[in-house]
C-alpha cells in the first residue's frame, strides 16, 4: 500500500494498517521538521478523539489537550454564550494543535516500525485503473523512482499528485468559492476569553480561538487579493479590538504575531472519491473552509473509514466495504460542508447582487437572535458544530 502526504489522514490511516500488519509506505514531499511544526487546525470533535482513542493514538491528546464547550457571539445587539456540552449530544471538542497530533502519529508510527520518506514528492500516479498502481516520485536527491502496490491513498491535500492525476472526466468537481477572505493569524498571547469568540460587526468578521494556554489564532476578515503582509502587528490588534468590541467586553491580551496567512474561504468536493486503486482522502477528497473547524476531523474520520475497509479488502478478502467508502465518507463530507455554509452565512455578508446586502444583513441579525433563544435551534448548532 502506497500513502501518499504525511498529515493527519495519510497518519492514522499508516498507523491502522501498519498496525493490521498490512505493508505500507508514506511518501511525504516536506521534511520531518516541516510536517512537526506547520500549525493549522486546533478544534478536534468528539468523534475524532474517540477514534484516535479506539485505535491507542490518542495519549498526547489525553494529557495535554484541553477540553472545550462554550463560544460566545459579539454583535451589535450585544453578546450570547453557549455551552455546546449541555446541548444537542453534549458533546465538546478538544483543544490540541494540530503539529501535536501530527507528531504524536508520526512518533507512533515510527517507533511501530512504519516506513516513511521524506523529502520525497509524489509526481504522478500511474496505472489507477488497473490492480497494479504506482506513484512515480522525486526522491530526496532528486533521482526519479516508481513505488508500486495494490492500492494508493491520496492524502497529499489538495494540491496533491492524486488530485492531478485524475483523468479528465474521471470524477465531478463540485465547487464553490464564498467570496469571502480571512486574514489567519497566530499570535503568542494567552486567549483572552474562555470561549470561541465570533464577533460580527459592519467591518467584517474577527475570530477567536484558543490553541494552548500560551497561543492565539485569531481571524479577521479581509478584502479577498489582500496581502497578509499588508497589515502592521498594531493595526492587526486594534482592528481585532475594534471588531471584538473590547472596550464593552473586555481586552484583548496582545502578544507577536507568529504566522498569517490569508485564507479565501472555498468548498470542494470531488465525486467519487474512488478512481480504481487510487482513494482520496483529507483535502485531497474535500476541502471545507475554516468556517467551522470540520477539515483535519473529516481527514480522521475518512482515514478510519478508508483503513477499515482495506483490512477487510486485503485482510480478509471482501472488497464490498471498499466499494462503500467514497459514499459512506461523502454523507459525512456533504453534513459538514452543509454547515460550514451555514456559519459562513451567519458570520459574514456574502457578495451577491444590488441591495441584497441589507437583505442579508437582516437575515444574519434574525439567524443569530434565533440562536440565542431557541432551544431547539442551539440543540441543532451544538450537534452539527462539534459532530463530524
Ligand atoms: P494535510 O494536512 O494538508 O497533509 C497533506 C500532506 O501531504 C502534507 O504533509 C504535504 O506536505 C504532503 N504532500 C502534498 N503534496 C505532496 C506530494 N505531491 N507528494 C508527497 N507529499 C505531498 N481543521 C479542523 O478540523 N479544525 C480546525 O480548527 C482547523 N483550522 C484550520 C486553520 C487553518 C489556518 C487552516 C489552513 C486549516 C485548518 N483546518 C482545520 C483544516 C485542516 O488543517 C486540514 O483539513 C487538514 O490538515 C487536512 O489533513 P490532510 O491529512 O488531508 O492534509
Known amino acids: 500500500m502506497v500513502i501518499l502526504g504525511a498529515g493527519p489522514a495519510g497518519l492514522v490511516l499508516g498507523n491502522l494498517l501498519h498496525g493490521s500488519g498490512i505493508d505500507c509506505v508514506i511518501l511525504e514531499r516536506a521534511s520531518r521538521a516541516h510536517v512537526q511544526t506547520r500549525a493549522r487546525a486546533g478544534f478536534l470533535a468528539a468523534n475524532t478523539a474517540r477514534v484516535l482513542e479506539r485505535h491507542g493514538l490518542a495519549e498526547g491528546l489525553r494529557r495535554r489537550g484541553q477540553e472545550h464547550s462554550v463560544c460566545e457571539f459579539r454583535t451589535e445587539d450585544g453578546r450570547f454564550r453557549l455551552d455546546y456540552s449541555l446541548l444537542g449530544r453534549g458533546e465538546r471538542h478538544t483543544v490540541y494543535p494540530q503539529q ?15 516506513r516513511i520518506r521524506f523529502g520525497t514528492e509524489a509526481v504522478a500516479v500511474l496505472g489507477a485503473d488497473s490492480a497494479r498502481p504506482s506513484a512515480a516520485v522525486r526522491e530526496a536527491d532528486g533521482h526519479p523512482r516508481r513505488w508500486q502496490a495494490r492500492y494508493v491513498a491520496g492524502c497529499d491535500g489538495r494540491r ?6 485524475l483523468p479528465p472526466g474521471a470524477v ?3 465547487h464553490r468559492d464564498h467570496g469571502v477572505s480571512w486574514l489567519g493569524l497566530l499570535a503568542e498571547a494567552p486567549p483572552s476569553l474562555d470561549a470561541v469568540g465570533y464577533a460580527v460587526h459592519p467591518r467584517g468578521f ?5 490553541r494552548s494556554p500560551e497561543v492565539t489564532r485569531y481571524y ?4 479577498r487579493g489582500s496581502s497578509a503582509n499588508a497589515w502592521s502587528q498594531d493595526r492587526i490588534w486594534d482592528e481585532l479590538a475594534l471588531r471584538m468590541r473590547a472596550t464593552d467586553h473586555g481586552p484583548l491580551r496582545r502578544g507577536r504575531i507568529v504566522q498569517r496567512s490569508v485564507v479565501d474561504l472555498e468548498s470542494d468536493v470531488l465525486e467519487p472519491l474512488r478512481h480504481g486503486s487510487l482513494f482520496l482522502v483529507g483535502d485531497a477528497a474535500s476541502v471545507i473552509s475554516p468556517s467551522a473547524a470540520k477539515g483535519a476531523n473529516l481527514a480522521v474520520l475518512e482515514a478510519e473509514i478508508l483503513a477499515r475497509a ?6 480478509r478478502g471482501d472488497p464490498e466495504p471498499l466499494d462503500r467508502y467514497s459514499a459512506q465518507c461523502l454523507t459525512h463530507i456533504w453534513r459538514a460542508q452543509e454547515f460550514s455554509h451555514w456559519m459562513i452565512r451567519l458570520l459574514h455578508d456574502t457578495p451577491g447582487p444590488d441591495g441584497d446586502r441589507s437583505f442579508q444583513a437582516a437575515l444574519r441579525r434574525s ?11 442551539q440543540d441543532w448548532f451544538a450537534e452539527n458544530y462539534v459532530g463530524v
Open 310 to 315: 482495506l483490512i477487510d479488502d486485503l485482510v
Open 367 to 377: 439567524r443569530l437572535e434565533s440562536l440565542r433563544t431557541s432551544r431547539t435551534h
Open 220 to 223: 479577521l476578515q479581509c478584502e
Open 172 to 174: 465531478h468537481r463540485h
Open 160 to 165: 496533491g499528485a492524486a488530485r492531478r492525476s
Open 100 to 114: 501535536d497530533l501530527v507528531t504524536d502519529l508520526l512518533t507512533r508510527f515510527l517507533d511501530a516500525g512504519g
Open 206 to 210: 474577527a475570530g477567536h480561538m484558543a
